[in-house]
């Protein structure tokens, strides 16, 4: 098994839809992350999870939801998304959270088209 | 909080030609520097990492990167490129949480 894992790997939804995206981590890790990649812009920081409690929220609106019901575990649930919010949607874990040393390690990501 | 600027957005080489990815960071505490590839429809994968010690780090696969404090850069280099090089380069930096740079397109042309 692949360190983390992503789930779907490739998803198109309406803007009235909902949906989820899943990740998990067989590393032992004790902190998650949520990534948005847009072409030509910066990874850019949505959540982060450090032993199960949200640590950052940066700044995201409100159609997306994470939820981490234990340490290997992260969800983002998607609701009336905009066209502008398709991208990948990169999860990551690390041994600690905010404050650590350690990198980050990657899933494949999820492709998100919004329709 | 930290910043990363990658100054190249695209770098075409020849095979077997050197190259070097430009980074620069800013941040007023001390951080730790990471090196990051990613390929077509992959994640990012970790190539190289400065946490502390020799301010030269190298990867497996010829890849290596010098810390350098005073100009606040983290430059990626390599000898001799390979087409199997060809990938998205991200460079990131972590303080309190991880930042990356918006990546350089390294392409390498037979």
């Known amino acids: 098994e692949t360190g983390v894992t992503q789930t779907p790997r490739h998803l198109v939804m309406g803007m009235t839809n909902k949906k989820s995206l899943k990740c998990e981590q067989h590393?032992?890790?004790?902190?998650m992350y949520w990534y948005k990649q847009s072409a030509k812009k910066p990874l850019e920081l949505m959540f982060v999870?450090?032993?199960?409690?949200?640590?950052e929220n940066n700044s995201v609106p409100s159609r997306f939801s994470p939820e981490c019901p234990n340490s290997s575990h992260l969800f983002l649930h998607l609701h009336t998304l905009q066209p502008e919010d398709s991208a990948l949607y990169l999860c990551?874990?690390?041994?600690?959270?905010?404050?650590?040393?350690?990198?980050?390690?990657f899933g494949e990501g999820s492709r998100l088209t919004v329709l | 909080a930290q910043s990363v600027t990658q100054l190249d957005s695209q770098v075409p080489v020849f095979e077997e030609a050197p190259v070097e990815l430009r980074c620069n960071y800013s941040s007023s505490v001390s951080v730790y520097l990471f090196w990051y590839v990613q390929y077509p429809n992959q994640g990012l994968q970790l190539l190289l990492k400065y946490l502390s010690g020799s301010t030269l780090v190298e990867s497996i696969n010829g890849f290596e990167a010098e810390f350098n404090k005073s100009q606040t850069s983290f430059h990626l280099r390599k000898p001799s490129v390979h087409i199997s090089d060809t990938a998205e380069y991200f460079c990131a930096v972590r303080a309190d949480d991880m930042r990356f740079g918006a990546g350089t397109r390294l392409t390498v042309k037979p």
């Open positions: 990551a874990s690390s041994l600690h959270g905010t404050g650590g040393t350690g990198e980050l390690f």
């Open positions: 590393l032992g890790h004790n902190a």
């Open positions: 999870y450090n032993f199960k409690e949200q640590t």
